[in-house]
């Protein structure tokens, strides 16, 4: 085994067998059962084998059945409404499509108006209506949850003060359900991760300042004493109070170098490591109870689950000591310690890490590279900047407690310098991020930020598809199938060709069947960002020709710029809280969403909307949510 070779010492392969080797047995992960229960919509079963499914069969059988799958969409086989309730994903595309007049093609027998309205409103209610008392009482399976490398360094820099960020030297995090690197399904443990972490636990207890492992009074280096700093920082380490046989295994450590001529603060140090490495500070791990039903978390892991939601890292004094008391679960001190935690500086790292994966401006670091020579602004400094002003602007609006609609247009927004220059904004000096006032017509709210606005484009030329897909996916939570295969690839640049500005060339690629229905959804979005490069920054002109910014969209609605564009997405402020619900919690609860999420869902949306669309009920309502408190074995 690589972890028992020669680069270790015995003193390290005595630690990694003694504690560390159950962690690859607790990667060792059971499938996830398939729910058996079955209950079914408030909806009628006979409405939908009399008047819905002979209507899908009819119009869209042909081409979505089963010997024809266009997009990889196949009908054929829902044939109860229970079916339908155990795919919402592609459902909700369907009400989509069909809402919007996207499907069926403009060349095929439509349904009449009324038709095509009570086979929306039937998917709508079909999909809504779980019977709230069986199906929406299950929270859901999380399997045992590993610390990725954002939750390992901040748990490090809280418990031991050491900020080098030793995880960033770990394999990359997979991204799972609901897109996010938290999903505990996608955590796994490969061999090369153990050698990492005992390389981590060396090198963190070399750095860690003195104070946090010895404390700042005169040591006593007795077994008492040894015995009282391993208690401490073992149930800091395990977020909940060690248990005696820990505490006796750690001590026996701690003996045994001793004996062997360590000295005190050496043989402390060999125990923690231990710590380090231990199953229950790498993971997460929840207590199963005696009981068939689900049942609540209890405090102690209710506090860590609150606290690697908003913080990415493990709890505070002030959590852990309201968990010893059993005080966590009083509604009024829960709700004022999310709001603490909102406050806090560390919520930094959950507008980093959700907005971050959510909106994919993330990528600026990795995947998305504009051309240098064609955009030679595109700086290191500058991108730091463009993630900052999304980050920060989210978290601004959480912690103010803001309407959500505002993420969506604003009137301020967070530049430097450099990012202002970029926007064209002047009286802007420095390179600290601050908050300024902007013009809503060109800038405002995430759509228009140069993050956003980059990683939507192609490193020689702005993508109206990409940018209009983000804008369904990302913000309204109704994505378009997949392209075709056979579908043919538009120029790298935008360069007049053949007589054609690029967006010629892009409508004359819309007239092909195949591809008109999703582009009609997609293009009017995008082209409505055309004011913007692929750096994000503002154009009046592209190939000396003005910029044709309008669009009308499949509804027959139309407009023309940023700032209409914004106008048209408020009044889809349903699709968006509901979108931004299942993101969040999604993230929050470390999973992908299932179909019995939905009522919980729902349920959150409505609240939300209740309370002026406020930043933080979205957050205080999964937090109070049965899959956020409850789990099940």
């Not at 799958?69 to 155990?86: H, M």
């Not at 380090?276 to 892991?301: C, G, M, T």
């Not at 500058?382 to 103010?400: K, N, P, Y």
């Not at 930020?449 to 192609?458: C, D, G, K, P, R």
């Amino acid at each position: 085994m690589p972890l028992l070779d020669t680069q270790f010492s015995p003193h390290s392969r005595r630690v990694w067998l003694f504690v560390a080797l159950p962690v690859l047995l607790l990667g060792v992960r059971a499938a996830r059962p398939a729910d058996e229960k079955k209950f079914e919509p408030l909806s009628s079963q006979s409405r939908f084998e009399k008047e819905i499914r002979p209507a899908l069969d009819q119009y869209c059988g042909s081409c979505h059945g089963a010997k024809k799958q266009s997009g990889e969409v196949n009908l054929s086989g829902f044939d109860t409404a229970l079916s339908i309730q155990r795919d919402p994903a592609l459902w909700r595309k369907v009400i989509t499509q069909m809402h919007e007049r996207a499907m069926p093609p403009a060349n095929k027998p439509q349904p009449g108006d009324e038709q095509r309205e009570k086979i929306v409103q039937w998917l709508k209610e079909t999909l809504d209506n779980f019977e709230e008392n069986a199906v929406s009482r299950d929270p859901g399976r999380v399997v045992i949850h590993r610390l990725n490398r954002l939750e390992y360094n901040n748990t490090i820099r809280d418990l031991l003060g050491v900020t080098s960020n030793p995880a960033d030297k770990f394999p990359a995090d997979g991204g799972g359900g609901g897109g996010f690197d938290n999903n505990a399904d996608t955590l796994f443990v490969p061999p090369i991760l153990m050698e990492r972490y005992l390389e981590a636990a060396e090198e963190i207890l070399s750095e860690a300042p003195r104070e946090r492992i010895f404390g700042t009074q005169p040591l006593k280096k007795s077994p008492a004493a040894a015995r009282a700093i391993l208690e401490r920082l073992a149930s800091r380490a395990f977020r909940r109070p060690a248990e005696k046989l820990e505490i006796e295994r750690l001590m026996r450590l701690f003996s045994g170098a001793t004996a062997r001529g360590a000295n005190f603060e050496d043989a402390i140090k060999l125990a923690l490591k231990a710590v380090l490495v231990s199953p229950h500070f790498l993971f997460r791990i929840e207590n199963q109870q005696k009981s068939a039903a689900p049942y609540l978390v209890n405090d102690w892991e209710l506090a860590s689950r609150l606290s690697y939601f908003l913080w990415s890292s493990m709890p505070d004094g002030e959590l852990l000591n309201l968990a010893a008391k059993k005080k966590l679960r009083d509604p009024k001190i829960l709700e004022a310690q999310v709001r603490r935690l909102i406050a806090s500086a560390k919520f930094e790292s959950f507008a980093q890490s959700f907005a971050g994966q959510w909106l994919h401006v993330r990528e600026l670091y990795g995947v998305v590279q504009p051309d240098p020579n064609k955009f030679p602004n595109f700086t290191p400094t500058l991108r730091d900047a463009m993630f900052g002003e999304v980050t920060q602007f989210f978290g601004s609006v959480a912690r103010e407690d803001a309407n959500l609609l505002q993420l969506l247009d604003a009137d301020y927004s967070f530049v430097n310098e450099e990012l202002a220059k970029h926007y064209g904004i002047e009286g802007v000096s420095g390179a600290e991020l601050r908050r300024v006032n902007v013009e809503k017509g060109r800038r405002g709210g995430l759509l228009t930020t140069a993050a956003v606005l980059t990683v939507t484009s192609f490193p020689q030329r702005t993508s109206p598809v990409l940018r209009g897909k983000w804008v369904l996916e990302e913000v309204l939570g109704t994505p378009p199938p997949p392209p075709p295969p056979s579908v043919g690839a538009l120029p790298a640049n935008d360069a007049v060709q053949d007589g054609l500005s690029f967006r010629q060339r892009l409508e004359e690629h819309r007239k092909k069947p195949e591809c008109a229905g999703c582009h009609a959804r997609m293009d009017p979005i995008g082209f409505g960002l055309e004011n913007y490069d692929a750096t994000g920054r503002w154009r009046e002109e592209i190939g000396g020709a003005p910029v044709d910014a309008s669009g009308v969209l499949v509804n027959g609605e139309k407009f023309s710029g940023p700032l209409e564009l914004k106008a048209h997405l408020q009044k889809r402020k349903a699709d968006f809280v509901r979108n931004l619900t299942e993101k969040m919690l999604a993230y929050a609860l470390g999973r992908g969403l299932e179909p019995h999420d939905v009522p919980t869902v729902r349920a959150i949306a409505k609240k939300v909307e209740g309370n002026d669309y406020r930043a933080q009920t979205l957050i205080l309502e999964i937090v109070k949510s049965y899959p956020f408190q409850y789990r099940k074995n």
